[in-house]
């Protein structure tokens, strides 16, 4: 990877047919070194949207990359609540999966709202509880709870 990136005519911020950046691709698949070469070039977008208006942060985060999720939120011009085609968001992504760290890293951020919702009008908290996971439900309630008593 290294090889083709030292390469002037290799554009590493190059889009396949659906809008994927390599960037997009290697955090959704969990490929946690080639995220931080990628994210270490000037010339890569660190929040690129492909044509259904996915994020590299929406992907990582929905398959519980908890390390490539947190990479990405260290850097400023990744939006850490953007939404997709469908209105879900990286929280609703992780908090369905069941993905204990990422809801965390996520919910640690106060641009993130844990009270939208997806185009099925279902909540992070929503997903959390239909698919059983009590500790998700826990750190959602608690956060809405807290911004409640504010």
Excluded: F
Excluded at 30 to 39: A, N, P
Excluded at 65 to 86: A, F, G, Q, T, Y
Aim: charged share 30%; net charge positive.
């Amino acid at each position: 990877m290294k090889l083709l990136l030292d390469r002037k005519e290799v554009n590493p911020d190059s889009r396949d047919n659906y809008g994927r950046t390599p960037l997009w691709c290697a955090a959704g698949h969990g490929h946690e070194g080639i995220v931080k070469l990628l994210l270490s070039r000037k010339k890569v977008n660190p929040d690129p949207r492909s044509n259904h208006r996915e994020t590299p942060l929406l992907c990582a985060a929905r398959g519980g990359h908890e390390r490539i999720v947190k990479l990405l939120l260290s850097r400023k011009k990744v939006n850490p609540d953007p939404r997709n085609n469908h209105r879900q968001t990286p929280l609703l992504c992780a908090a369905r999966g069941g993905h204990e760290g990422v809801v965390k890293l996520l919910l640690g951020r106060k641009e993130v709202n844990p009270d939208l919702k997806d185009d099925s009008n279902q909540t992070p908290l929503s997903r959390a509880t239909r698919h059983g996971y009590e500790w998700v439900r826990k750190l959602l309630q608690d956060r809405l709870d807290a911004e409640s008593d504010m």
